[in-house]
Protein backbone atom coordinates (compact mmCIF):
# COMPACT_ATOMS: atom_id res chain seq x y z
CA UNK A 1 0.00 0.00 0.00
CA UNK A 2 0.93 3.65 -0.70
CA UNK A 3 2.23 5.47 2.41
CA UNK A 4 -0.62 8.53 3.15
CA UNK A 5 0.44 11.84 4.65
CA UNK A 6 -0.91 14.61 6.84
CA UNK A 7 1.89 17.96 7.34
CA UNK A 8 0.91 20.67 9.82
CA UNK A 9 2.96 23.55 10.69
CA UNK A 10 3.44 24.15 14.96
CA UNK A 11 4.56 27.22 16.00
CA UNK A 12 4.28 26.65 20.00
CA UNK A 13 3.93 23.65 22.56
CA UNK A 14 0.20 24.56 22.61
CA UNK A 15 -0.15 24.06 19.07
CA UNK A 16 1.40 21.08 19.65
CA UNK A 17 -0.79 19.87 22.35
CA UNK A 18 -3.55 20.13 20.34
CA UNK A 19 -2.46 18.70 17.14
CA UNK A 20 -1.87 15.77 19.80
CA UNK A 21 -4.98 16.31 21.26
CA UNK A 22 -6.96 15.93 17.98
CA UNK A 23 -5.23 12.76 17.13
CA UNK A 24 -5.78 11.12 20.18
CA UNK A 25 -9.67 12.11 19.74
CA UNK A 26 -9.70 9.59 17.21
CA UNK A 27 -7.44 7.00 18.56
CA UNK A 28 -8.57 3.50 19.81
CA UNK A 29 -7.50 0.12 22.00
CA UNK A 30 -4.51 -1.58 20.15
CA UNK A 31 -3.20 2.17 18.05
CA UNK A 32 0.19 2.06 18.19
CA UNK A 33 2.33 5.94 17.18
CA UNK A 34 5.57 5.94 16.43
CA UNK A 35 7.32 9.67 17.74
CA UNK A 36 10.40 10.21 15.11
CA UNK A 37 12.35 13.41 16.09
CA UNK A 38 15.11 14.74 17.39
CA UNK A 39 15.53 15.63 21.69
CA UNK A 40 13.62 19.16 21.68
CA UNK A 41 11.59 18.58 19.08
CA UNK A 42 7.99 18.06 20.73
CA UNK A 43 7.68 14.47 21.00
CA UNK A 44 6.66 14.79 24.63
CA UNK A 45 4.57 18.47 24.14
CA UNK A 46 2.36 15.97 21.53
CA UNK A 47 1.81 13.05 24.10
CA UNK A 48 0.53 15.05 26.71
CA UNK A 49 -1.89 16.85 23.62
CA UNK A 50 -3.06 12.69 22.59
CA UNK A 51 -3.36 12.11 26.81
CA UNK A 52 -5.80 14.86 26.69
CA UNK A 53 -7.40 13.50 23.46
CA UNK A 54 -7.92 10.47 25.54
CA UNK A 55 -9.40 11.57 28.29
CA UNK A 56 -6.39 11.17 30.36
CA UNK A 57 -7.57 13.60 33.80
CA UNK A 58 -6.23 17.29 32.89
CA UNK A 59 -4.42 17.39 36.83
CA UNK A 60 -2.74 14.22 35.79
CA UNK A 61 0.99 15.25 34.54
CA UNK A 62 2.51 13.54 31.47
CA UNK A 63 5.90 13.37 31.47
CA UNK A 64 8.81 11.48 29.20
CA UNK A 65 9.53 7.58 30.83
CA UNK A 66 13.26 8.57 29.85
CA UNK A 67 14.08 6.22 32.76
CA UNK A 68 11.33 4.38 34.14
CA UNK A 69 10.76 3.23 30.01
CA UNK A 70 6.92 3.37 30.11
CA UNK A 71 4.39 5.79 31.84
CA UNK A 72 0.50 4.68 31.72
CA UNK A 73 -2.20 6.82 32.03
CA UNK A 74 -5.64 6.09 32.53
CA UNK A 75 -8.07 7.70 29.92
CA UNK A 76 -11.00 5.99 27.74
CA UNK A 77 -8.41 4.11 26.77
CA UNK A 78 -5.35 3.52 28.77
CA UNK A 79 -2.28 5.06 27.02
CA UNK A 80 1.14 3.15 27.31
CA UNK A 81 3.94 6.39 27.14
CA UNK A 82 7.34 4.53 25.83
CA UNK A 83 10.72 5.88 25.32
CA UNK A 84 12.91 3.81 24.03
CA UNK A 85 15.84 5.82 23.68
CA UNK A 86 18.04 4.76 26.46
CA UNK A 87 17.84 1.14 25.37
CA UNK A 88 20.83 -0.42 23.70
CA UNK A 89 19.64 -2.83 21.50
CA UNK A 90 16.21 -5.13 20.53
CA UNK A 91 17.15 -7.26 23.21
CA UNK A 92 16.98 -4.50 25.91
CA UNK A 93 13.33 -3.41 24.38
CA UNK A 94 12.23 -7.31 24.18
CA UNK A 95 13.85 -8.15 27.63
CA UNK A 96 11.94 -5.21 29.35
CA UNK A 97 8.68 -6.67 27.68
CA UNK A 98 7.81 -3.27 25.93
CA UNK A 99 6.30 -4.95 22.35
CA UNK A 100 3.58 -6.46 24.44
CA UNK A 101 2.67 -3.30 24.93
CA UNK A 102 1.89 -2.78 21.27
CA UNK A 103 -0.89 -5.67 21.82
CA UNK A 104 -2.69 -4.51 24.63
CA UNK A 105 -6.19 -3.35 24.51
CA UNK A 106 -4.90 0.31 25.16
CA UNK A 107 -3.01 3.14 23.30
CA UNK A 108 0.91 2.77 22.99
CA UNK A 109 2.90 5.78 21.90
CA UNK A 110 6.77 5.43 21.54
CA UNK A 111 9.12 8.23 21.45
CA UNK A 112 12.33 7.46 19.45
CA UNK A 113 10.60 4.83 17.93
CA UNK A 114 12.80 5.18 14.45
CA UNK A 115 15.72 3.25 16.82
CA UNK A 116 13.50 -0.01 16.68
CA UNK A 117 11.62 0.23 13.08
CA UNK A 118 11.74 -3.79 13.23
CA UNK A 119 9.66 -4.05 16.04
CA UNK A 120 6.90 -2.26 15.41
CA UNK A 121 3.71 -3.19 13.98
CA UNK A 122 2.82 -2.45 10.39
CA UNK A 123 -0.22 -0.65 11.35
CA UNK A 124 1.38 1.90 13.33
CA UNK A 125 1.22 5.85 12.74
CA UNK A 126 4.07 7.51 12.20
CA UNK A 127 4.73 11.10 13.36
CA UNK A 128 7.94 12.93 12.53
CA UNK A 129 8.68 16.12 14.22
CA UNK A 130 11.25 18.41 12.54
CA UNK A 131 12.92 21.12 13.86
CA UNK A 132 12.54 24.22 11.11
CA UNK A 133 13.44 26.67 13.90
CA UNK A 134 13.40 27.54 17.62
CA UNK A 135 9.99 27.80 17.68
CA UNK A 136 8.17 26.05 14.53
CA UNK A 137 8.03 22.12 13.88
CA UNK A 138 6.51 20.23 11.34
CA UNK A 139 4.52 17.46 12.73
CA UNK A 140 3.64 15.00 9.42
CA UNK A 141 1.71 12.03 10.48
CA UNK A 142 2.11 8.73 8.01
CA UNK A 143 1.25 5.27 7.96
CA UNK A 144 0.91 2.54 4.80
CA UNK A 145 -1.56 0.03 6.89
CA UNK A 146 -5.67 -0.02 6.28
CA UNK A 147 -5.65 1.38 9.84
CA UNK A 148 -3.08 4.32 9.93
CA UNK A 149 -5.26 5.17 6.89
CA UNK A 150 -8.60 5.24 9.06
CA UNK A 151 -6.88 7.34 11.68
CA UNK A 152 -5.26 9.57 9.01
CA UNK A 153 -9.58 10.47 7.80
CA UNK A 154 -10.62 10.67 10.88
CA UNK A 155 -8.62 13.32 11.65
CA UNK A 156 -9.64 15.29 8.11
CA UNK A 157 -13.22 14.73 9.28
CA UNK A 158 -13.03 16.17 12.71
Request: net charge negative.
Amino acid sequence: MKERSIIYNSTSDRETIDIGQGLGTVLSGGDVVALVGELGSGKTWFTKGVAKGLGVLTETVVTSPSFSLINEYDGRHTLFHMDAYRLEGISDFISAGLEEYFYKDGVAVMEWADRWPEILPEWRLKVEFTIIDERSRQITLSGYHPRAYEILKSICNT
